[in-house]
């Protein structure tokens, strides 16, 4: 079946440490996205690519980094520069033919700081 | 100021009945598009569905239905018929067409938890 998967389900950083976040579609969509969601709260776009090779900052990029080298991939990471990274971490793609095309998400990845 | 407002943090309903969960906007564009997800507490973001600024009958999908209300800029979430699994947080976003229509970016509100009681 397509969809979106994001690996792990849940990850420890250490401080100081660089993780990354999977995340791989079989959507054939264009556009990808990274959200983030602290508790009780809504999602927060951090990182979104419309094509490859190209990505743009949200509205909380500082402390983030991504890539999108192909279609199907959009790895986050998460640096030793967030200082806060402990929340769950959503994943999205959307097709680019129209603008009722809703955000497909992946299930989600929670970072907790050991 | 927020784009998206839900004023309600929590609500609850009897199963069986129905269930309106409100979402204001703010937009200066003309054209925008809403939509509703769903976020049970696994975690996973689940499309309800969306409504166009300019359509021109309210959305409706199966037991969900969007009550549009434009000039109030409202577009708040119907559930009839609620059952037990309809428990979880429900999110209302928008996408506004402020980059010549080809961002596709959403901007959700802080959500409703939803509790539906036997």
């Known amino acids: 079946d397509g969809g979106i998967t994001q690996s792990p389900k849940y990850l420890f950083r250490k401080e100081g440490q660089n993780v990354t976040l999977s995340c791989e579609q079989n959507l054939n969509h264009d556009a990808m996205y990274w959200y983030r969601q602290d508790p009780g709260q809504g999602l927060r776009l951090i990182y979104y690519s419309q094509i490859v090779n190209d990505f743009q900052k949200g509205d909380i990029a500082e402390g983030y980094s991504v890539s999108r080298e192909k279609k199907e991939s959009f790895p986050l990471t998460v640096t030793s520069a967030q200082k806060n990274p402990t929340a769950f971490y959503l994943c999205?793609?959307?097709?680019?033919?129209?603008?009722?095309?809703?955000?497909?998400f992946g299930d989600g990845t929670r970072l907790s700081i050991l | 100021a927020q784009k998206i407002t839900q004023t309600q943090p929590g609500m609850f309903v009897q199963e069986k009945e129905a269930v309106t969960l409100d979402c204001t906007y703010d937009t200066s564009d003309q054209s925008y598009g809403l939509f509703w997800y769903k976020q049970p507490s696994s975690g996973e973001m689940i499309f309800l569905i969306y409504q166009g600024s300019y359509d021109e009958q309210n959305a409706t999908e199966g037991r969900y239905s969007l009550n549009f209300q434009k000039a109030r800029k409202s577009a708040n979430l119907v559930i009839s018929a609620s059952q037990l699994g309809d428990s979880a947080m429900y999110f209302c976003a928008m996408r506004e067409n402020n980059s010549g229509g080809s961002n596709y970016k959403l901007t959700f509100g802080k959500g409703t938890l939803l509790t539906v009681n036997p």
């Open positions: 999205a793609s959307s097709a680019r033919t129209g603008p009722n095309q809703p955000q497909h």
